[in-house]
Every structure is written in C-alpha cells, then in structure tokens.
C-alpha cells in the first residue's frame, strides 16, 4: 500500500513500508500475459519449500512461480528465443516483460493464447 501512495519509479524495501522515489526515466516494455493462472498462495508455498539460498534477480519469485506453474517455463523459453532477451516474471505470475518494443517479435504468440502488449513508463507530467 506504501508504493500506491507514493507511486512512480521507487525502491522499495522492508515489508514494503520503506519506499525510497527514484527519478524517472524512458522505457518501454513489452508485455506477453499467458493464457494460465499462477495461484499466488501456491507460488508462497513454493517459495517457502525452496529456502535459502535462493539466487538474486529481478525477480525472486520466479523460481517458485515456476514451480506452482510449470508452463511458466516454457513461455519464458519462447519469449527469449524470439526476442534474444531474458524475459522477467511480473510478481507472482503470469504476466511475463522484456525490456523495448518486441510486439512484432512476439506476435505469433498470440495465436496461442497469449496477449502482447507494449507499454511504456510516463512521467508526472503526462499525467496532468
């Protein structure tokens, strides 16, 4: 709830009580959102099953992410052989991102299920 209230671009640390803003910058992503669920108390109790050490990442939910859904997997196989870049897991699941605009990449995707999105950030004043 601390990030909602603060919103933008931030580090946040602690249980999430501790947001630090950081200055906003251009990106752009592209998103492929799966057509499979991950069930977020699942991928919990995967991580807790998989204990320390886990290995640093963008996200450290992907691996027990992974294991409460195994065709999460697979997806993210295929994003990197058709972009050339290492997709990251959105939280939990099923959502995945690689960094620029791979819409074209990625569009043989959809006729599996999936939606291809591309987004980028925006800063304070777009908003206005």
């Known amino acids: 709830i601390a990030f909602c209230l603060v919103g933008g671009r931030a580090r946040v640390r602690g249980i999430g009580e501790i947001v630090d803003p950081l200055p906003h910058f251009e990106r752009t ?7 499979l669920r991950v069930s977020t108390p699942a991928a919990y109790r995967a991580w807790d099953e998989l204990g320390e050490p886990r290995a640093p990442g963008p996200n450290d939910l992907e691996p027990a992410a992974i294991v409460a859904e195994p065709e999460l997997a697979r997806w993210r196989d295929r994003i990197r052989e058709m972009t050339g870049r290492t997709p990251v897991l959105a939280g939990s699941g099923a959502t995945w991102f690689v960094h620029g605009k791979h819409d074209n990449a990625l569009a043989a995707l959809g006729s599996e299920g999936a939606e291809i999105v591309v987004a980028r950030t925006t800063g304070d004043r777009e908003l206005e």
């Not at 992503?29 to 057509?35: A, N, S």
């Open 29 to 35: 992503v592209t998103l492929v959102i799966p057509p």
